[in-house]
C-alpha cells in the first residue's frame, strides 16, 4: 500500500510536470519564433553568443539551490522554514557580488573576448536578472522536495504568458538591435517577480516570531548545492568559453565576424532549436526524479531507484525518437513554418541521428546528483569539457567553418553520455 502511495506521488508529480510544461512550452515557443524574428538571422547570432555567459552567471547565481533543497526536504534532514529563511539573504549578497564584478569586467569581455564590443550592455543586463533567477530557484527547490508540483509548473505558466504579452506589445517599438536584447533579458526580471508571486501564494503560513536565519541551514544546503555547482560550473564555463575560442581561432584561420555571428546564430537559433523542441518532456521528468531518487536512494531502496531512472529515460527516448524522426524527415517544412527560413537544414540532418542523446543525458545527469555521486560527476565534467574545447580547437584549424562545433558536440554527447550511464550503472549495481 505504501510503495503504491509513493508510484502513485511520483507518477503525479510527472504528469502534472508535463502538463505545465506543455503549456508552459507551447507560449515559450511562440515567443521564440516571435523573438527570432524580430531580431533577424543577425541578431541571434548575437543573442547565442551571449547565451553561454549567460549560463555561466546563472550557474553561479543558482548555486544548485533547487537539488540541494529538494534533496534535503525530501530526506527530512532539516526543516523547510529554515532553508528558504536562511537562503534568500545568503544568496543576494551573492548576486551583489555578482553584479559588481560583471559591470567592472563588461568591456573587457565583449570587446576582448567576445570580439563584439557592442555586447557589454546586454552583459550588464544579464547580471542584473541573477538575484532574481536565484531566489525564483530557492522557492522552487522547497516545492520540489515536497513533490508539489502544480505552484511550480501554474508560476512557470504565469511567467512566459507575462513574458509574451510585454514582448508583443513593446519589441516591435525597438528600432536597435542591441536594445531589443536588452529589453529580452531585462524582461526575464518581471517574468521572474511574478513566478516568485505565484509561488509564495502556495507556501504554508509562517509565524513570523520564529523566522530566523539558521547557519547550519546553509551550510547543509551548501554542503550539497556546492559540489553539484562545481560540476555544473565546469560545463558552463567550457560553454562560455566556446563561443569565444571558436570566434578567435576561425578569425585566425580566415573567416570574418559576420560569417561567425551569422552562423552561430542558425547553428543555435535553427538547427539546435528545432531538434531539441521537446526537450522541456525530459527536464520536467527529471525535476521529479531528483526528489524520488534521493529518497529512495537514502532508504537503501536501489532496485526502485533503477526502475525509476529506466522509467525516465525510456519515455525520453520515445519522445526525443519520435520528434526527432519527423524532424529529420521534414527539415525545411518547419524551419519554413516556424522561422520563415531554410538556413540550418545541413546542421539538423548532421546533428539529428546523434539528438537523442541530448534527451538521455539530461536524467542522467540529474540522477548523478540525486545518488550522490557529484564528485563522480564532477570528473566526468571536467573530461568532457576539456575535450570539446581540445575539438574545436583542432576542427576549427582544418577551415571546416562552424561544422567544428557541430563535429564537436556530437563526440562531446557520445562519450559523455556512455560515462554517465557506466557510473550509474557501477553505483547501484553496487
Not at 563584439?116 to 516545492?143: D, H, Q, R, V
Not at 526580471?189 to 509562517?206: A, C, R, T, Y
Request: overall charge positive; charged content about 10%.
Amino acid at each position: 500500500m505504501i510503495n503504491k502511495l509513493k508510484e502513485n506521488i511520483f507518477l503525479k508529480s510527472t504528469i502534472i510536470l508535463l502538463i505545465g510544461g506543455i503549456f508552459g512550452k507551447s507560449v515559450g515557443f511562440i515567443l521564440k519564433i516571435i523573438v527570432i524574428r524580430a531580431l533577424g538571422t543577425h541578431g541571434m547570432g548575437l543573442y547565442s553568443i551571449l547565451s553561454p555567459t549567460s549560463s555561466l552567471l546563472s550557474t553561479i547565481a543558482v548555486l544548485s539551490y533547487p537539488t540541494a533543497i529538494s534533496k534535503i526536504i525530501s530526506e527530512k534532514s532539516s526543516t523547510s522554514k529554515d532553508i528558504l529563511v536562511s537562503l534568500i539573504p545568503f544568496s543576494i549578497i551573492i548576486n551583489i557580488f555578482i553584479i559588481i564584478i560583471v559591470s567592472i569586467s563588461s568591456k573587457y569581455l565583449a570587446g576582448n573576448l567576445l570580439k563584439n564590443s557592442e555586447l557589454y550592455l546586454p552583459i550588464i543586463c544579464l547580471s542584473l536578472t541573477m538575484p532574481f533567477i536565484s531566489i525564483s530557484s530557492i522557492i522552487k527547490g522547497y516545492f520540489w522536495g515536497k513533490q508539489n508540483m502544480f505552484p511550480y509548473m501554474l508560476s512557470n505558466f504565469l511567467e512566459q504568458i507575462t513574458r509574451f504579452t510585454i514582448i508583443i506589445l513593446f519589441i516591435s517599438k525597438i528600432n536597435n538591435i542591441i536594445y531589443k536584447i536588452c529589453f529580452l533579458i531585462l524582461v526575464n526580471i518581471i517574468g521572474e517577480i511574478i513566478s516568485q508571486i505565484v509561488m509564495v501564494l502556495f507556501f504554508p503560513k509562517f509565524k513570523i516570531n520564529n523566522i530566523k536565519i539558521n547557519i547550519n541551514s546553509i551550510k547543509n544546503a551548501m554542503s550539497i548545492s556546492i559540489p553539484a555547482t562545481m560540476s555544473k560550473l565546469i560545463g558552463t564555463f567550457s560553454y562560455f568559453l566556446e563561443p569565444i575560442i571558436l570566434t578567435n581561432i576561425l578569425l585566425y584561420v580566415g573567416y570574418t565576424k559576420d560569417y561567425i555571428v551569422y552562423e552561430y546564430g542558425v547553428v543555435n537559433a535553427y538547427a539546435l532549436s528545432i531538434l531539441l523542441m521537446p526537450q522541456f518532456f525530459t527536464q520536467n521528468m527529471s525535476t521529479s526524479l531528483v526528489p524520488e531518487l534521493s529518497k529512495q536512494y537514502s532508504l537503501h531502496n536501489y532496485e526502485l531507484c533503477k526502475k525509476r531512472i529506466k522509467q525516465i529515460i525510456l519515455i525520453s527516448c520515445f519522445i526525443g525518437g519520435i520528434s526527432t524522426i519527423i524532424i529529420t524527415i521534414f527539415p525545411s517544412f518547419f524551419l519554413k513554418l516556424l522561422y520563415n527560413t531554410n538556413e540550418g537544414i545541413d546542421y539538423i540532418r548532421l546533428l539529428s541521428p546523434f539528438t537523442l542523446l541530448f534527451y538521455i543525458e539530461y536524467p542522467l545527469i540529474n540522477a548523478m546528483q540525486a545518488l550522490s555521486a557529484t564528485k563522480r560527476a564532477f570528473k566526468i565534467t571536467i573530461i568532457n569539457s576539456s575535450l570539446k574545447l581540445i575539438t574545436i580547437v583542432l576542427l576549427s584549424l582544418l577551415k571546416i567553418g562552424m561544422y567544428s562545433l557541430i563535429l564537436s558536440i556530437i563526440i562531446n554527447l557520445i562519450i559523455a553520455t556512455y560515462q554517465y550511464y557506466r557510473e550509474i550503472k557501477k553505483i547501484l549495481h553496487f
